[in-house]
Protein backbone atom coordinates (compact mmCIF):
# COMPACT_ATOMS: atom_id res chain seq x y z
CA UNK A 1 0.00 0.00 0.00
CA UNK A 2 1.05 3.50 -0.24
CA UNK A 3 1.03 4.01 2.99
CA UNK A 4 3.19 1.04 3.98
CA UNK A 5 6.32 2.34 5.92
CA UNK A 6 8.65 0.30 3.84
CA UNK A 7 10.91 2.82 2.65
CA UNK A 8 13.44 1.97 -0.09
CA UNK A 9 11.00 -0.32 -2.01
CA UNK A 10 8.71 1.31 -4.37
CA UNK A 11 5.33 2.23 -3.36
CA UNK A 12 2.65 3.07 -5.38
CA UNK A 13 1.85 6.61 -6.14
CA UNK A 14 -2.08 7.35 -7.73
CA UNK A 15 -1.93 9.37 -10.28
CA UNK A 16 -5.35 12.12 -10.70
CA UNK A 17 -7.42 11.19 -13.64
CA UNK A 18 -7.08 12.79 -17.02
CA UNK A 19 -10.24 14.27 -17.42
CA UNK A 20 -11.08 14.75 -13.92
CA UNK A 21 -13.99 13.25 -12.40
CA UNK A 22 -17.48 12.01 -13.58
CA UNK A 23 -20.31 14.22 -11.42
CA UNK A 24 -21.91 11.52 -10.15
CA UNK A 25 -25.59 10.11 -11.67
CA UNK A 26 -28.07 11.27 -9.14
CA UNK A 27 -30.97 10.70 -10.96
CA UNK A 28 -30.09 7.72 -12.22
CA UNK A 29 -30.46 8.88 -16.08
CA UNK A 30 -28.26 6.78 -17.86
CA UNK A 31 -28.83 3.78 -15.55
CA UNK A 32 -30.37 1.75 -17.93
CA UNK A 33 -27.88 2.09 -20.38
CA UNK A 34 -25.23 0.75 -17.41
CA UNK A 35 -27.76 -2.30 -16.73
CA UNK A 36 -26.99 -2.99 -20.75
CA UNK A 37 -23.24 -3.02 -20.45
CA UNK A 38 -23.39 -4.87 -17.33
CA UNK A 39 -26.08 -7.48 -18.70
CA UNK A 40 -23.20 -7.44 -21.65
CA UNK A 41 -20.52 -8.12 -19.54
CA UNK A 42 -22.07 -11.15 -17.48
CA UNK A 43 -22.94 -12.60 -20.72
CA UNK A 44 -19.56 -12.36 -22.58
CA UNK A 45 -17.38 -13.28 -19.21
CA UNK A 46 -16.46 -10.31 -18.26
CA UNK A 47 -14.88 -9.55 -21.74
CA UNK A 48 -14.64 -5.96 -22.26
CA UNK A 49 -13.43 -6.25 -25.87
CA UNK A 50 -17.20 -7.30 -26.97
CA UNK A 51 -18.62 -4.88 -24.83
CA UNK A 52 -17.45 -2.13 -26.52
CA UNK A 53 -20.72 -0.80 -27.67
CA UNK A 54 -22.61 -0.43 -25.01
CA UNK A 55 -19.98 1.53 -23.30
CA UNK A 56 -19.68 3.90 -25.76
CA UNK A 57 -23.22 3.96 -25.59
CA UNK A 58 -23.04 4.46 -21.84
CA UNK A 59 -20.51 7.95 -22.47
CA UNK A 60 -22.96 9.35 -24.73
CA UNK A 61 -25.60 9.57 -22.98
CA UNK A 62 -23.55 10.59 -20.11
CA UNK A 63 -22.24 13.61 -22.54
CA UNK A 64 -26.09 14.05 -23.43
CA UNK A 65 -26.92 14.44 -19.86
CA UNK A 66 -24.83 16.59 -18.57
CA UNK A 67 -22.83 14.28 -16.63
CA UNK A 68 -19.45 14.54 -19.12
CA UNK A 69 -17.67 16.86 -20.52
CA UNK A 70 -18.32 16.68 -24.53
CA UNK A 71 -15.77 15.18 -26.25
CA UNK A 72 -15.71 13.42 -29.72
CA UNK A 73 -15.51 9.72 -28.89
CA UNK A 74 -12.31 9.17 -30.89
CA UNK A 75 -10.13 10.63 -27.83
CA UNK A 76 -11.89 7.97 -25.92
CA UNK A 77 -10.57 5.45 -27.59
CA UNK A 78 -13.10 4.38 -29.73
CA UNK A 79 -11.50 4.95 -32.92
CA UNK A 80 -12.13 1.60 -34.21
CA UNK A 81 -15.96 1.97 -33.87
CA UNK A 82 -16.73 5.30 -35.26
CA UNK A 83 -17.45 5.87 -38.64
CA UNK A 84 -15.31 8.03 -40.48
CA UNK A 85 -16.85 11.56 -41.33
CA UNK A 86 -17.88 12.07 -45.23
CA UNK A 87 -14.76 14.26 -45.86
CA UNK A 88 -11.97 11.25 -44.90
CA UNK A 89 -13.78 8.30 -46.58
CA UNK A 90 -10.30 7.40 -48.01
CA UNK A 91 -9.00 6.21 -44.35
CA UNK A 92 -10.37 2.47 -43.63
CA UNK A 93 -11.87 2.31 -40.34
CA UNK A 94 -9.86 -0.19 -38.36
CA UNK A 95 -11.33 -3.65 -37.31
CA UNK B 1 60.02 30.84 50.00
CA UNK B 2 57.74 33.83 51.67
CA UNK B 3 53.88 33.86 50.57
CA UNK B 4 53.34 36.24 53.47
CA UNK B 5 54.37 39.53 52.72
CA UNK B 6 54.57 40.85 56.87
CA UNK B 7 57.29 38.20 56.41
CA UNK B 8 59.26 40.17 54.83
CA UNK B 9 61.80 42.45 56.88
CA UNK B 10 60.54 45.93 56.69
CA UNK B 11 63.45 47.86 54.66
CA UNK B 12 65.58 49.59 57.68
CA UNK B 13 66.60 45.91 58.76
CA UNK B 14 68.29 44.97 55.90
CA UNK B 15 71.38 43.19 56.45
CA UNK B 16 73.80 45.94 56.31
CA UNK B 17 76.47 43.85 57.19
CA UNK B 18 78.99 43.99 54.16
CA UNK B 19 80.19 40.64 55.48
CA UNK B 20 79.38 39.12 52.02
CA UNK B 21 77.51 40.26 49.19
CA UNK B 22 75.61 37.02 49.03
CA UNK B 23 73.50 38.22 51.93
CA UNK B 24 72.65 40.60 49.52
CA UNK B 25 72.15 38.59 46.52
CA UNK B 26 69.81 36.73 49.00
CA UNK B 27 67.75 39.89 49.64
CA UNK B 28 66.86 40.00 46.28
CA UNK B 29 66.23 36.01 46.10
CA UNK B 30 63.83 37.02 48.87
CA UNK B 31 62.21 39.21 47.23
CA UNK B 32 61.58 38.25 43.61
CA UNK B 33 58.13 36.67 44.45
CA UNK B 34 57.23 40.22 45.63
CA UNK B 35 58.44 41.40 42.80
CA UNK B 36 55.86 39.62 40.68
CA UNK B 37 53.07 40.12 43.28
CA UNK B 38 53.15 43.86 42.77
CA UNK B 39 51.61 43.86 39.21
CA UNK B 40 48.93 41.67 40.51
CA UNK B 41 47.24 43.00 43.73
CA UNK B 42 49.25 44.22 46.70
CA UNK B 43 50.19 47.96 46.35
CA UNK B 44 52.03 47.78 49.43
CA UNK B 45 54.51 45.70 48.30
CA UNK B 46 55.24 47.88 45.10
CA UNK B 47 56.15 50.14 48.22
CA UNK B 48 58.30 47.76 48.82
CA UNK B 49 59.54 47.14 45.97
CA UNK B 50 60.83 50.36 45.09
CA UNK B 51 62.31 51.15 48.78
CA UNK B 52 64.38 47.87 48.08
CA UNK B 53 65.51 48.49 44.80
CA UNK B 54 66.38 51.86 45.91
CA UNK B 55 68.43 50.61 48.90
CA UNK B 56 70.29 48.14 46.65
CA UNK B 57 71.07 50.98 44.09
CA UNK B 58 72.06 53.45 46.76
CA UNK B 59 73.02 51.63 49.05
CA UNK B 60 76.63 50.64 49.49
CA UNK B 61 78.53 52.96 47.66
CA UNK B 62 81.82 50.62 47.75
CA UNK B 63 81.04 47.64 47.34
CA UNK B 64 83.12 45.04 49.25
CA UNK B 65 86.14 42.69 47.87
CA UNK B 66 83.94 39.69 46.13
CA UNK B 67 84.88 36.28 44.94
CA UNK B 68 85.10 35.50 41.58
CA UNK B 69 81.73 33.54 41.93
CA UNK B 70 79.94 36.22 43.20
CA UNK B 71 81.22 38.66 41.39
CA UNK B 72 80.09 36.92 38.36
CA UNK B 73 76.36 36.48 40.27
CA UNK B 74 76.71 40.51 41.27
CA UNK B 75 77.18 41.42 37.86
CA UNK B 76 74.71 39.39 36.29
CA UNK B 77 72.14 39.70 39.01
CA UNK B 78 71.44 43.49 38.76
CA UNK B 79 70.65 43.37 35.04
CA UNK B 80 68.00 40.89 35.64
CA UNK B 81 66.67 42.83 38.51
CA UNK B 82 66.37 45.82 36.26
CA UNK B 83 64.74 43.35 33.62
CA UNK B 84 62.50 42.33 36.85
CA UNK B 85 61.73 45.49 36.98
CA UNK B 86 61.00 46.37 33.47
CA UNK B 87 60.19 42.68 32.53
CA UNK B 88 56.15 43.76 34.06
CA UNK B 89 55.52 46.22 32.36
CA UNK B 90 56.94 44.47 28.93
CA UNK B 91 55.46 41.36 30.22
CA UNK B 92 52.56 43.03 30.32
CA UNK B 93 52.82 44.86 26.94
CA UNK B 94 53.67 41.08 25.58
CA UNK B 95 50.85 39.99 27.21
CA UNK B 96 48.51 42.68 26.11
CA UNK B 97 49.88 42.07 22.63
CA UNK B 98 49.12 38.26 22.92
CA UNK B 99 45.76 39.03 24.11
CA UNK B 100 44.87 40.98 21.69
CA UNK B 101 46.65 38.67 18.97
CA UNK B 102 44.07 35.79 20.56
CA UNK B 103 41.01 38.16 20.21
CA UNK B 104 41.50 39.32 16.89
CA UNK B 105 42.12 35.72 16.02
CA UNK B 106 39.22 34.63 18.52
CA UNK B 107 37.36 37.19 16.16
CA UNK B 108 38.31 36.10 12.60
CA UNK B 109 37.50 32.88 14.12
CA UNK B 110 34.02 33.27 15.37
CA UNK B 111 33.12 35.25 11.63
CA UNK B 112 34.04 31.95 10.21
CA UNK B 113 31.72 30.49 11.84
CA UNK B 114 28.89 32.32 11.91
CA UNK B 115 29.51 32.71 7.97
CA UNK B 116 29.57 28.74 7.64
CA UNK B 117 26.14 28.81 9.91
CA UNK B 118 24.72 30.98 8.02
CA UNK B 119 25.25 29.46 5.24
CA UNK B 120 24.03 26.08 6.34
CA UNK B 121 20.78 27.60 6.76
CA UNK B 122 20.82 29.11 3.06
CA UNK B 123 21.91 25.75 2.05
CA UNK B 124 19.22 23.85 3.52
CA UNK B 125 16.09 26.41 2.24
CA UNK B 126 17.53 25.97 -1.45
CA UNK B 127 17.24 22.37 -0.96
CA UNK B 128 13.86 22.10 -1.33
CA UNK B 129 13.62 23.65 -4.76
CA UNK B 130 16.86 22.03 -6.01
CA UNK B 131 16.03 18.60 -4.66
CA UNK B 132 12.74 18.58 -6.95
CA UNK B 133 14.68 19.81 -9.51
CA UNK B 134 16.92 16.62 -9.05
CA UNK B 135 14.29 14.36 -8.66
CA UNK B 136 12.49 15.52 -11.78
CA UNK B 137 16.15 14.95 -13.87
CA UNK B 138 17.04 11.55 -12.43
CA UNK B 139 13.41 10.18 -12.37
CA UNK B 140 13.48 8.91 -8.37
CA UNK B 141 10.88 7.85 -6.39
CA UNK B 142 8.25 7.83 -9.28
CA UNK B 143 8.07 11.07 -10.04
CA UNK B 144 9.32 11.83 -13.73
CA UNK B 145 6.51 9.74 -15.00
CA UNK B 146 6.24 12.40 -17.25
CA UNK B 147 5.55 9.90 -20.58
CA UNK B 148 2.09 9.57 -19.49
CA UNK B 149 0.41 11.40 -22.59
CA UNK B 150 -3.43 11.82 -22.99
CA UNK B 151 -2.84 12.31 -26.60
CA UNK B 152 -1.97 8.53 -27.04
CA UNK B 153 -6.05 7.62 -26.36
CA UNK B 154 -6.99 8.71 -29.87
CA UNK B 155 -3.98 6.72 -31.71
CA UNK B 156 -2.70 3.64 -29.70
CA UNK B 157 -3.79 0.28 -30.93
CA UNK B 158 -5.32 -2.53 -28.73
CA UNK B 159 -2.35 -5.05 -28.08
CA UNK B 160 -5.12 -8.40 -28.76
CA UNK B 161 -2.90 -10.82 -27.66
CA UNK B 162 -2.25 -9.80 -23.97
CA UNK B 163 -5.43 -10.46 -21.97
CA UNK B 164 -5.40 -8.94 -19.11
CA UNK B 165 -7.74 -9.49 -15.79
CA UNK B 166 -8.73 -6.29 -13.64
CA UNK B 167 -10.25 -7.12 -10.03
CA UNK B 168 -11.91 -4.40 -8.45
CA UNK B 169 -11.61 -4.02 -4.63
CA UNK B 170 -13.59 -1.82 -2.48
CA UNK B 171 -13.30 -0.10 0.76
CA UNK B 172 -14.18 2.26 2.95
CA UNK B 173 -13.04 4.03 5.54
CA UNK B 174 -14.11 2.58 9.49
CA UNK B 175 -16.21 5.42 10.16
CA UNK B 176 -17.51 5.76 6.82
CA UNK B 177 -21.01 4.59 6.56
CA UNK B 178 -21.43 4.03 2.72
CA UNK B 179 -21.72 0.74 0.99
CA UNK B 180 -19.99 1.03 -1.31
CA UNK B 181 -18.51 -2.59 -3.49
CA UNK B 182 -17.95 -3.17 -7.47
CA UNK B 183 -20.52 -4.15 -9.62
CA UNK B 184 -18.36 -6.92 -11.45
CA UNK B 185 -15.38 -8.50 -9.84
CA UNK B 186 -13.43 -8.57 -12.56
CA UNK B 187 -12.84 -7.56 -15.90
CA UNK B 188 -10.81 -8.92 -18.59
CA UNK B 189 -9.22 -5.95 -21.08
CA UNK B 190 -5.95 -5.41 -23.55
CA UNK B 191 -3.62 -3.52 -23.31
CA UNK B 192 -4.18 -0.05 -25.42
CA UNK B 193 -7.98 -0.60 -25.07
CA UNK B 194 -10.57 1.57 -23.22
CA UNK B 195 -12.67 0.29 -20.60
CA UNK B 196 -15.17 0.36 -18.34
CA UNK B 197 -16.18 -0.58 -15.05
CA UNK B 198 -18.82 0.27 -12.22
CA UNK B 199 -19.00 0.82 -8.72
CA UNK B 200 -22.08 1.04 -6.53
CA UNK B 201 -21.96 3.23 -3.33
CA UNK B 202 -25.29 3.78 -1.12
CA UNK B 203 -25.85 6.29 1.76
CA UNK B 204 -27.88 3.89 4.03
CA UNK B 205 -28.18 6.74 6.89
CA UNK B 206 -30.79 9.82 7.25
CA UNK B 207 -27.99 12.42 6.87
CA UNK B 208 -26.20 13.69 3.47
CA UNK B 209 -22.48 12.54 3.70
CA UNK B 210 -19.75 13.41 1.74
CA UNK B 211 -17.06 10.77 0.66
CA UNK B 212 -14.10 11.65 -1.21
CA UNK B 213 -11.86 8.41 -2.57
CA UNK B 214 -8.57 7.13 -3.15
CA UNK B 215 -7.05 4.48 -5.40
CA UNK B 216 -4.57 1.87 -5.52
CA UNK B 217 -3.21 -0.22 -8.14
CA UNK B 218 -1.40 -3.30 -6.94
CA UNK B 219 1.55 -4.68 -8.55
CA UNK B 220 3.05 -1.28 -8.09
CA UNK B 221 4.90 -1.38 -11.00
CA UNK B 222 1.69 -2.04 -13.08
CA UNK B 223 0.14 1.01 -11.75
CA UNK B 224 2.23 3.18 -13.81
CA UNK B 225 0.74 1.81 -16.59
CA UNK B 226 -2.67 2.10 -15.27
CA UNK B 227 -4.35 5.05 -16.64
CA UNK B 228 -7.46 6.36 -15.76
CA UNK B 229 -9.35 8.72 -18.59
CA UNK B 230 -12.05 9.35 -15.72
CA UNK B 231 -13.19 8.57 -12.73
CA UNK B 232 -14.81 9.05 -9.28
CA UNK B 233 -11.75 9.60 -7.30
CA UNK B 234 -10.17 12.66 -5.44
CA UNK B 235 -13.09 14.89 -6.00
CA UNK B 236 -15.81 15.10 -3.01
CA UNK B 237 -18.90 13.25 -3.68
CA UNK B 238 -22.58 13.90 -1.73
CA UNK B 239 -24.84 11.32 -1.02
CA UNK B 240 -28.20 12.19 -0.51
CA UNK B 241 -29.81 10.30 2.73
CA UNK B 242 -30.81 6.33 1.10
CA UNK B 243 -29.56 7.23 -2.42
CA UNK B 244 -27.69 4.97 -4.50
CA UNK B 245 -25.35 5.82 -7.63
CA UNK B 246 -23.14 4.26 -10.03
CA UNK B 247 -19.72 5.12 -10.44
CA UNK B 248 -18.26 4.59 -13.30
CA UNK B 249 -14.23 4.12 -13.97
CA UNK B 250 -12.75 4.35 -17.32
CA UNK B 251 -9.38 3.76 -17.79
CA UNK B 252 -7.09 2.15 -19.88
CA UNK B 253 -3.80 0.36 -19.47
CA UNK B 254 -0.84 1.26 -21.47
CA UNK B 255 0.36 -0.41 -24.56
CA UNK B 256 3.82 -0.04 -23.60
CA UNK B 257 3.15 -2.36 -20.73
CA UNK B 258 3.51 -5.39 -23.11
CA UNK B 259 7.01 -4.36 -24.37
CA UNK B 260 7.91 -4.48 -20.52
CA UNK B 261 9.97 -7.29 -19.73
CA UNK B 262 8.99 -6.86 -16.10
CA UNK B 263 5.20 -7.13 -16.61
CA UNK B 264 5.94 -10.54 -18.60
CA UNK B 265 4.71 -12.46 -15.89
CA UNK B 266 1.92 -9.84 -14.98
CA UNK B 267 -1.87 -11.40 -15.79
CA UNK B 268 -3.99 -9.58 -13.10
CA UNK B 269 -3.93 -6.21 -11.73
CA UNK B 270 -6.22 -5.04 -8.72
CA UNK B 271 -7.81 -1.80 -8.81
CA UNK B 272 -9.19 -0.98 -5.42
CA UNK B 273 -11.04 2.35 -4.11
CA UNK B 274 -11.11 3.42 -0.41
CA UNK B 275 -14.08 5.99 0.43
CA UNK B 276 -13.08 8.48 3.50
CA UNK B 277 -15.53 10.54 4.69
CA UNK B 278 -14.54 14.03 3.68
CA UNK B 279 -15.36 17.14 6.01
CA UNK B 280 -16.91 20.28 4.86
CA UNK B 281 -14.94 22.97 3.06
CA UNK B 282 -11.90 20.50 3.37
CA UNK B 283 -9.90 21.05 0.03
CA UNK B 284 -7.40 18.14 -0.11
CA UNK B 285 -4.25 18.51 -3.21
CA UNK B 286 -4.67 16.59 -5.15
CA UNK B 287 -1.49 13.45 -5.81
CA UNK B 288 1.86 14.88 -8.02
CA UNK B 289 4.87 16.24 -7.08
CA UNK B 290 4.30 19.50 -8.41
CA UNK B 291 1.38 21.61 -6.42
CA UNK B 292 -0.35 23.82 -8.61
Known sequence: ?95 | MTEDSTKIPPPGELPADSASGVDRLQVPGMLLPVLLRPSLCRPRASVFLTRCVRTLRCDAPMPPPLSRAEHFLLRRLPPRLHAQSRGIESRGRKSKSREEEWKSRNKTGLTYIAAAGVGMLGLSYAAVPLYRLYCQAAGLGGTAVAGHDAQQVETMTPVKERVLKISFNADTHASMQWNFRPQQSEIFVVPGETALAFYRAKNPTNAPIIGISTYNVVPFDAGQYFNKIQCFCFEEQRLNPHEEVDMPVFFYIDPEFAEDPRMARVDTITLSYTFFEAKEGQKLPLPGYSYN
Request: with cysteine; proline share 9%.
Open chain 1, 1 to 95: MSTAMNFGSKSFKPRAPDKGAFPLDHFGECKALKETFMKCLRNNNFDNSLCRLQSKDYLECRMDNQLMAKEPLTKLGFKDMMDPPPSQADTDPKP
